[in-house]
């Protein structure tokens, strides 16, 4: 049975039984704290939390998820993953305990020519709450072995936010792979036979001042008992198709093949090669996904998560001997298997495939410089008797050859030796103060910082009515002070830049000069007093900063403070004439176009 059945087979079951069957929501993150989503139940937070309400007091979905915490991790076995998908089925304040067991084992047990998933009975096992012998009870009503319902503590079985709000005991659902997977005795003995599928949690208790899973402070009763259960697709779709692992699924081994086919290697003749199939199918799945949700290469949050995974797929490649292009051929496949699942796939796919391949490219050209670097650096810290290869070398290879310093690791690891990472983080803090002060000095000792902070208090784009006036009335929004940033008032003299609600100047950009002119205080009887020499300066396409020299007899400015700006005031106005004919020009050519 193919993946796409199965979940569907899930969404359908509890459709019939009444459930708001939803779309997965995006993999990026609604919570400013996390990059991704992370569990099936993070859409449902806030209805499972009393916040809002739900559409429906029933509701199921198929949840697209990815963890990365562990991304070093992944290949080196076979249970790791940075991409999953959680089905799930939940009720807000509706059914309880009794019901999502019941939902549960008939779903599992109900063969496969009558809509369910066709699990022996006698090879599920159950895990429950010290406490919860009402549980257990349900568990032997609808039929399971007594011998199969074991019990385990808070550690396992209870489960909470990690904060203060909703918690209650949970029982999983394990299935039982055979002798040949190891010892008898069920979940309790080992967990690499018995394997979880499936995590119903029971929300009936409010807690408080969590320290950990197993100290926390149980408030009382919830008015509202809510259900929250999780079931592991790639899990349950290599145990439906007699598979050993989530690797040799339909949704994930399509991409094995095609890194067989680049590389001349088989699967499963070198578990060092494994390893490398394994990072190249599962970053390859997961990167295609982070990206159909608008995520782009970058260095920074989601965006250098994706290029770590874009990049430890092209390295992967590279050990398996692959030297060219990969990911034209790597990135279609992983579509073509993921498609029937998400059809939705194929709108964003051109965009997707060429940010992608954009990469993969700028990355090859970095191992291709930096890779010789490197082998030079482990050659002499070996040389000269030692297994550490400098922090100097590691920056070097970061700061004059752009290889990453992850990059960097995973390679001496592979070659027996480390890296001092203590130095090199040392020898990067170092770089990024030279660089903010070159910054500060660049924009007068104004921390570019300080602008973007002030763009986002902005309700509005700066008007700029340089088309049709050479003088304008405007108001202060802001005010940046060389050496300070952000201040509410400055007397002069000083040299300031000012953010105006209007204005005629045409900015500094483009390789044209920016007008210059004259700055008026607007007083209280509407007449103007002499203030400062003005320059426009512009930091984005809609956004003016006007660059102020106040001379000493010109007192005290404070934000809201009404100007009269005039271009060319005093001088000659060329330049301005000949910068406005071009921005008019700018205009017409963008409107037509």
């Known amino acids: 049975m193919r993946t796409s059945e199965i979940a569907k087979r899930f969404l359908d079951y509890f459709e019939q039984h009444d459930h708001l069957v939803v779309p997965s929501a995006s993999l990026i993150s609604p919570n400013p704290t996390t990059l991704f989503t992370i569990a099936g139940m993070v859409p449902f937070i806030p209805y499972l939390m009393g916040e809002q309400t739900p559409p429906k007091h029933r ?68 895990t429950t709450f010290t406490d919860d012998e009402e549980a257990r009870s349900m568990w032997k009503n609808e039929g399971v072995d007594p011998e199969h319902i074991q019990i385990m503590g808070m550690e396992d079985n209870f489960w909470t936010t990690g904060g203060p709000g909703p918690g209650g005991p949970c029982s999983e659902i394990y299935v039982d792979r055979g002798p040949k ?73 399509p991409v094995i093949e095609a890194a067989q086919k ?55 490649m590279r050990e398996l001997g692959v030297t060219e292009p990969v990911m034209p051929t790597l990135l279609p496949t992983s579509k073509a298997a993921m498609e029937p699942s998400y059809p939705e796939l194929n709108d964003t796919f051109h965009d997707v495939s060429e940010a992608a391949y954009g990469e993969e490219d700028a990355f090859r050209r970095t191992l291709e410089s930096g890779t010789e670097i490197f082998d030079m650096a482990v050659t002499k810290a070996k040389q000269g008797g030692s297994d550490l290869v400098s922090g100097e070398d590691a920056f070097k290879l970061h700061d004059t050859y752009g290889f990453p310093i992850e990059i960097t690791l995973e390679m001496a690891a592979d070659q027996g030796v480390k890296v001092d990472e203590a130095k090199f983080r040392e020898l990067m803090a170092e770089q990024k103060s030279r660089a903010r002060a070159d910054a500060l000095k660049k924009r007068h000792n104004v921390d570019l910082s300080v602008y973007d902070d002030f763009k986002k208090t902005l309700l509005q784009p700066i008007d700029f009515l340089g088309y049709t006036d050479m003088s304008a009335r405007a108001k202060v929004l802001g005010i940046m002070q060389e050496g300070k940033g952000s201040v509410p008032a400055v007397t002069g003299p000083a040299n300031i830049e000012v953010i105006l609600d209007r204005t005629p100047f045409y900015a500094e950009m483009g390789g044209e000069v920016g007008d210059t002119g004259t700055l008026y205080l607007v007083g209280s009887d509407n007449r103007y007093g002499r203030r400062g020499i003005l320059q426009s300066l512009m930091c984005t396409c809609t956004r003016y900063y006007h660059r102020v020299q106040l001379v000493s007899f010109l007192g005290h400015i404070v934000a809201v403070t009404f100007f009269c700006l005039c271009i060319g005031t005093g001088g000659d106005d060329s330049s301005h004439k000949e910068s406005c004919e071009k921005s008019l020009l700018y205009h017409i050519l963008f409107y037509f176009i």
Request: with cysteine; net charge negative; aromatic share 12%.
């Open 262 to 316: 680049l590389s001349g290697r088989t699967y499963g003749d070198d578990e060092a090669m494994d390893v490398r199939f394994r990072i190249v199918a599962d970053h390859v799945r997961s990167a295609l996904m982070i990206m159909s949700d608008g995520v782009r290469p970058s260095n920074n949050g989601r965006g250098y998560v994706l290029r770590r995974l874009l990049r430890r797929t092209v390295k992967a």
């Open 59 to 126: 509701m199921a979905s198929n949840q697209k998820c990815v963890r990365t915490l562990d991304i070093d991790e992944v290949g080196k076995t076979t249970r790791h993953g940075t991409f999953f998908q959680m089905l799930g089925n939940f009720s807000f304040g509706d059914y309880f305990k009794e019901e999502a067991i019941h939902y549960a084992y008939e779903l599992l047990t109900t063969p496969q020519d009558k809509g369910g998933y066709g699990f022996d009975p006698e090879k599920l096992w159950m």
């Open 181 to 253: 997977y190891g010892v008898e005795g069920g979940p309790i003995a080992d967990e690499n036979r018995y394997i979880e599928i499936w995590d119903l949690v029971f929300e009936n208790y409010e807690v408080d001042n969590v320290k950990s899973k197993t100290d926390l402070h149980i408030v009382g009763e919830l008015e509202n008992k809510n259900i929250d259960t999780g079931a592991g697709l790639e899990r349950l779709a290599y145990l439906m198709q007699g598979k050993q692992n989530i690797y040799e699924t339909d949704e994930v081994f």
